[in-house]
């Protein structure tokens, strides 16, 4: 054919090698010539990912290294926090004291003395009532507060920590990132400080009032 230069040669087996077979096989090589790890965007894809989940993996921090921005005044905010917090776990266990008095007050053979039990059993289920408000303000204003306090230091830590980088460090960075861990990070420590903590005092002192009132009026289900 015209315009096409087809030049052949003759190997030592007497094959015959075309000169346009030699460059198609340079541009089309076949399959054995083809390593599969070479070409491999799915696993470079599913390496890459994996890597990212290892870089996001970080351990949790310790209730100690959370409390190390406080000071005194945090100090007795959330030690008035405790008590507020045991107070409010005790005052459940103690109202359904009251109520098995009030219980046993509807009993027929009773009836002289039944309206002065119940109001002295309603003026003790009031002062209940108040008590535990007082405890769970005192709780939550005491907590919150001493969160919010040790929060905005590590706001103050952080924000000067990020600005002492040199200007590499920011490249490196995401766009929304430094300002994710500055807002949700610092909010995840101030629930963990503030309302978390509270909620664990008051459930643990009220699970140990309603284990030790149980004992103390219901001993004898103990036996059976």
Do not use: C
Request: no cysteine; aromatic share 10%; proline share 2%.
């Amino acid at each position: 054919m015209a315009g096409v230069s087809n030049k052949t040669r003759t190997g030592s087996d007497g094959s015959v090698e075309s000169s346009t077979l030699r460059e198609h096989s340079k541009v089309h090589p076949t399959d054995s010539d083809v390593d599969v790890n070479d070409v491999s965007p799915v696993s470079d894809a599913a390496d890459g990912a994996g890597k990212k989940e290892e870089e996001k993996t970080k351990d949790m921090a310790s209730h100690g290294t959370m409390y190390r921005y406080w000071d005194g005044v945090d100090k007795l905010l959330m030690f008035a926090g405790i008590i507020g917090a045991i107070g409010g776990g005790v005052m459940l266990p103690m109202f359904s004291i009251v109520f098995g008095e009030l219980i046993e007050a509807f009993d027929p053979r009773n009836a002289v003395d039944f309206m002065g039990l119940i109001e002295e059993l309603a003026l003790i289920i009031t002062l209940v009532g108040v008590g535990a408000w007082i405890a769970s303000y005192m709780e939550m204003a005491s907590f919150s507060i001493s969160a919010e306090r040790q929060t905005t230091r590590l706001r103050e830590e952080y924000l000067a920590a990020v600005l002492r980088q040199d200007v590499g460090w920011f490249d490196a960075q995401e766009a929304t990132e430094l300002v994710t861990k500055l807002n949700q990070d610092a909010l995840d420590v101030k629930e963990g400080l503030g309302s978390k903590a509270g909620m664990f005092v008051r459930f643990e002192s009220m699970f140990l009032a309603g284990f030790v009132i149980g004992f103390v009026y219901g001993w004898e289900l103990t036996l059976v």
